[in-house]
């Protein structure tokens, strides 16, 4: 597919080949049912055979392209994440690809750009719909119209549009996990959204885009900028306001406090991770922020305090799979042995001690794991996996362990240790337990049909 650089310098021209492909310049269904003014070009293999073929082909792409904006638009409108009605909103899809400017698509539709990049996104999450019928059906194109758009936002300094462009780059060389927005981003597109961010950041005092931008210097090795950064963030971030932008689409950003508190807890300098713990408590407490409660109770030295516990329970209750980890640890360790707690946690405590098996500390223990599990944690799975085959409910470990096996979709492997520990625990298992062997087979047949075949472990 060609570059989604070259895309954007010429909206009217599209690929709908692989980069090896050859192919030629046909007229699209576009004009042909004049839902666009000017002729749009469409390249496709050159390979087919009749012109009438490729015609039908680029009809039905365009009809299946269509039906997936107006259902995508539909539900955004529905839970309120699209503030256009869904009518105007596919009109000014179709205006902005017959080359209709930013500027003027805002003033004729009666929306700002923010609105036009929160269009952008609703379209990214659009379904790629397919007509299995015929062979090497192209890919749809909302993907390439949503990355065009969304750029064209950023180009129109609407800080929701850079920050999402930036924060899929950070994420994706951070953490491994490559999301729509980034795989089609150019080099020179980042260079671009990066001076806008840098704008936002230095000039426009943003604390999402110091935040932000201190991460990306961070990572090019520039701690002291990013510390300036960071500080200033939290000196003018508001707690009270915890969605970006005031969007419901706005980017998962970390927090100036988190990104702060964690520079800080970096250093090996006692001041520098007192500083970290009132960041964090800062955080914790006045923003309500999950993150900054977990990185606030790591701190901890000692973790059997009503603090530890209440923090980390805190950020655990708000979906963080490492939280749900170490709390199900907690009771699991307090179900093995007598803790020897502070007062307050002691009394707290107390109705542990009941005789009732579904209530007691074991088995709050294993519902944290379970949802931390279910939430993709492969720790909690290799835990609860471990906890089974323990009490030999071999199936239910043999379920687990396939699970921690399985290869991530999109992303690099976040856990790799914990699939070495699988390895050897499945080993140990395969060797003493010999119905084991083919309940883990079954386990795998399951995991290969349920992702159409493509499935497999690591």
Known sequence: MKSISSLSRAPRQFSLGSRSSSYKAITCVFCETKQFLRPLQYAYYSSLPQPDRISSITRTRVSLDTRSRIQTFTFAKRDKVLNIDVDEAESLIVKFMEGVKLPELAKMFKVNISQIAELALVLLRAPDLADKKIPNFPPTLNRQIAHMLLMACSRAQEPLATLHILNAVWTAQSRGYTSAIFNDLSAAEIREARKHLEHLAYKANDTDAMSLLGLILEREGKPKEAENLYSKAVSLANPSITSTKGSKLGP????????????????????????????????????????????????????????????????????????MYLVGNFYLEQAESAKRNDGILAKALKWLDTKDPRHNAEALGCEWHDLAARAGHKPSMLKMAGWMAERKAYEGAAERLVAVLSRPKGMNEEFPETVQDARQLLKELNESVPEMRDVVAKKME?????????GGTQ
């Open 252 to 323: 998962q950003m970390v927090s100036p406090w988190n990104a702060y508190g964690t520079l800080l807890s970096q250093s090996r300098d006692p001041q520098n991770l007192e500083k970290a713990k009132q960041i964090f408590e800062k955080g914790a407490l006045e923003a309500d922020d999950p993150l900054c409660f977990y990185a606030r109770a790591l701190l901890d030295e000692e973790r059997n305090t009503h603090t530890w516990l209440s923090y980390m329970t805190k950020a655990a209750a708000s979906g963080h799979a490492p939280a």
């Open 446 to 454: 399951e995991l290969t049909r349920g992702h159409g075949g493509q």
